[in-house]
């Protein structure tokens, strides 16, 4: 059986890395700074998986050019609300990141 494909628009920890090159065909986007909108809708569209930041918006246009994908990961503290009914609608799991920035956001309070 194949791996399933993975496109994962930033770099990520070693451990995560590891995880997923075991179970999965992973596609990295390596050049600096965030890839362009039309390069994250050609990249995604033979992928079974999309590892993401707030940056790449899960919405119907990227559904719709992506039949595969059945999970969008958003590393981020939540989830726009046009995400879950598109996803929904095309059973694909969405998740994200609750409490990455509780620690952050506490100690900037504390700074100011």
């Not at 496109?7 to 700074?33: D, M």
């Not at 503290?77 to 059973?91: F, H, N």
Request: glycine share 4%.
């Amino acid at each position: 059986m194949p791996k399933p494909k993975v496109l994962a628009t930033h770099s990520l920890f070693e451990p995560a890395r590891q995880i997923l090159q075991e179970n999965c065909e992973v596609e990295y986007w390596a050049k600096p700074g965030r890839p362009p909108r039309e390069e994250v809708l050609r990249r995604v569209k033979d992928k079974e998986g999309l590892i993401c930041l707030l940056t790449e918006k899960i919405n119907e246009e990227l559904l719709s050019v992506a039949p595969k994908l059945r999970i969008a990961a958003n590393v981020r503290w939540d989830l726009t609300i046009s995400t879950w009914p598109a996803c929904t609608k095309r059973g694909v799991a969405a998740t994200n990141t609750p409490g990455v920035l509780d620690e952050t956001t506490a100690d900037f309070a504390w700074t100011l």
